[in-house]
């Protein structure tokens, strides 16, 4: 969606790191050409045995990397060193658009200009203080006030625990049902991202509790993981109360107990649900990069006849940039999640975590400045 679509992006003919690992699973797209390139012997021979154990251990080695970024995204201490720092503010442009409203809005702008609408997150997550809470609540007043007078096309996404809800639920649930409200006016959407899995239940509560305020329905929705197990009864409930889902497959580490770990059942739960939510009549948003999850959704909606204008695409602010604007000039609709502020750690590792190479690609460039 960008002058130069995939600038900034990792380079993805790179060999060695292809691999995209997610949900902490092996998940080799390369041929298997690029595979016996690995594992090839000095001959230029492919080796199986190698193959697999090259696979094997790269699969372990992303694996350990995945677990150990999520758990680094949750620390205060180098929180606040990166946060702090201009070489972290630097660095964090890869993912998040800058720090202050205008940077924000002026990247809106372009996005719409290149055919697609947008979602503007203020950044931020797990705050103490509830006067925290009460400023970000104030910046997305702000933000709403702004999109609507410059007649910009994005809504906005927010996390209750940045909304205060592990300070004070009674104070969240006030925040964020003024901004709804505010949102049911302007003719504009709230949508309520979902958080690791402690928070699900309540979020959902959350969410249904204010749709149902009058005047609320069509401008408040929620995000579903496929990654969990409870998200097929989750969807179910949530469609038959009329409510918009963006339906992802999920950035946090969750246990076997609730989640599927394997990348190949995330995906096909992600595929199951994403048939549920276009057959449902309501507007849905499909929130992923996976080039082959959104061909079969591509071909889904063109079967049932399920028109482009019943649903979006949506992703994130610098991933896939070239595939965002080859889907606009499909036809299709196309979110951009855009993210900004000065509170931008965790959601950063969350993106590295999916996406393990970025991590070496980001040390090289680091090195090359
Ligand atoms: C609009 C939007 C909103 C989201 N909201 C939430 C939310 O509220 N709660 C939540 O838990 N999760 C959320 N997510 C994150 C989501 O759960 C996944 O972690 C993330 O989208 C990666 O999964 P994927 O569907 O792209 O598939 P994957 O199989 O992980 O990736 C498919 C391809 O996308 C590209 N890709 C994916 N991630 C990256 C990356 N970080 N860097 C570079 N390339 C990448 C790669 O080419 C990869 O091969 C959101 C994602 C999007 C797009």
């Known amino acids: 969606m960008h002058g130069s679509p995939r600038s900034g992006e990792v380079p993805r003919a790179t060999l060695a790191l292809k691999s995209s690992f997610?949900?902490?699973?092996?998940?080799?797209?390369?041929?298997?050409?690029?595979?016996?390139?690995?594992?090839?012997?000095?001959?230029?021979?492919?080796d199986t045995k190698n193959v697999h154990a090259a696979d094997f251990w790269l699969s372990g080695l992303f694996r350990v990397l995945r677990a150990l970024l999520i758990s680094l995204s949750e620390s205060h201490f180098l929180r606040t060193l990166a946060e702090e720092s201009s070489l972290g503010r630097r660095v964090s442009t890869r993912f998040v658009a800058g720090t202050e409203i205008e940077d924000v809005l002026r990247a809106t702008e372009l996005i719409n200009q290149k055919g697609a609408t947008v979602s503007i997150d203020n950044l931020g997550e797990n705050v103490s203080q509830a006067e925290q809470a009460r400023a970000s609540a104030q910046i997305y007043h702000s933000l709403l006030d702004t999109l609507s007078s410059r007649g910009l096309q994005a809504n906005i996404s927010l996390k209750l625990t940045h909304m205060g809800l592990d300070v004070d639920e009674a104070l969240a649930y006030q925040l964020v049902s003024g901004l709804v409200a505010k949102a049911a006016t302007l003719k504009n959407f709230v949508r309520v991202d979902m958080e690791g899995s402690a928070y699900t239940q309540r979020t959902l509560d959350f969410v249904r509790q204010m749709h149902r305020v009058p005047g609320h329905q069509g401008a408040v929705g929620t995000v579903i993981q496929s990654y969990l197990y409870r998200s097929e009864n989750d969807v179910k409930n949530l469609v038959a109360a009329g409510i918009r889902i963006r339906l992802c497959k999920g950035a946090y580490k969750e246990p076997p107990e609730i989640a599927f770990q394997r990348k190949a059942d995330v995906d096909a739960n992600y595929v199951q649900l994403m048939k549920i939510l276009l057959t449902s009549g309501i507007f849905h948003g499909l929130a992923t990069h996976d080039e082959r999850i959104i061909n079969q959704a591509k071909r889904f909606a063109t079967q049932q006849k399920i028109g482009p204008e019943s649903f979006e695409f949506q992703m994130l602010h610098g991933i896939r940039r070239d595939l965002q604007q080859r889907l606009v000039h499909q036809g299709w609709r196309m979110r951009v999640y855009i993210p900004f502020g000065t509170e931008w750690y965790p959601y950063f590792m969350r993106r590295l975590a999916e996406r393990p190479a970025n991590v070496f690609f980001m040390l090289r460039n680091l090195l090359r400045a």
């Open 22 to 46: 997610t949900i902490g699973l092996p998940a080799w797209r390369g041929s298997t050409q690029s595979r016996a390139v690995w594992a090839g012997n000095s001959k230029g021979v492919c």
